[in-house]
């Protein structure tokens, strides 16, 4: 499910928690409602207020984490090409088909990562992309250097490229990091006891049903947010693509 669905179920239920202790209040015997009952009901709020504040703090904290980590993977990778196309031009002029090449591969993983119509990436790794990144390897491997400097080059080149290819592995990894629904579950619960909480002993006007459907949408975009910053290349939040476009650029000059 996505993270919208999953922001909209969350709101949902907390506001459909609000909305059920608010009418249960109706039917409360009037013992239930005194003020001892409301300073305990108040230090359970607390309680549970803070184990939920504390889990979103973590969670937010590890999906900012992993958002960062792809992002500067993505820079390191920018970089590694720029520097395996310097490379490959120092080699010399047989090294033209590679080079565009590799300038093919970068574009095509630009638009699919990257999408102009501004849909959603799919199918981030397939068998026939994998066959691509193999043959370009491949190509440098079948250089035959006719100098000392040719070979040291080759060696340098070779490195570079199966440091992108060992990146690429380590991006996809890390970009298949679901968060674990029992976690969802867990923090939902305790985030539905609280807004029943807190409609248990509010009066039932506009003000007080104006403010807890605002905390339900701050709550649930929290959520959206984490979700999202887990999965930095195929949710709506996204790791810039203003490195490899540079690269890109410059590759071929």
């Not at 060992?166 to 923090?187: D, E, H, S, Y």
Request: charged content about 15%; glycine content about 4%; proline content about 5%.
């Amino acid at each position: 499910m996505s993270a919208i669905g999953i922001a909209l179920i969350v709101f949902a239920c907390l506001l459909t928690s609000a909305i059920l202790t608010m009418l249960l209040r109706a039917i409360l015997p009037q013992h239930h409602l005194s003020q001892d009952t409301k300073d305990v009901v108040k230090m359970a709020l607390g309680l549970i207020a803070t184990m939920a504040a504390l889990v979103l703090g973590l969670l937010t904290a590890s999906a900012k984490s992993s958002f960062d980590q792809e992002n500067s993977g993505i820079q390191q990778a920018a970089a590694n090409i720029i520097k395996l196309d310097r490379a490959l031009a120092q080699y010399g002029p047989e090294t033209k088909d590679t080079r565009e090449h590799l300038k093919q591969l970068l574009s095509f993983r630009i638009h699919q990562i990257w999408p102009e119509n501004g849909s959603l990436p799919k199918d981030l790794d397939t068998p026939e992309q994998m066959k691509a990144s193999e043959g370009f390897v491949d190509a440098i491997r079948k250089l035959t250097p006719k100098t000392d400097i040719q070979s040291e080059v080759k060696s340098r080149v070779l490195q570079t490229a199966q440091d992108l290819i060992g990146t690429r592995w380590v991006l996809l990894v890390q970009a298949q990091n679901p968060m674990p629904i029992i976690f969802l579950v867990v923090l939902i619960s305790w985030l539905c006891i609280l807004f029943a909480g807190f409609s248990l002993f509010a009066p039932r006007n506009g003000t007080v049903i104006a403010v807890l459907v605002l905390c339900a949408v701050a709550v649930s975009t929290s959520i959206f947010l984490i979700l999202e910053m887990n999965q930095p290349l195929q949710g709506l939040i996204k790791i810039p693509s203003a490195p490899l476009r540079y690269a890109l650029s410059q590759l071929g000059q």
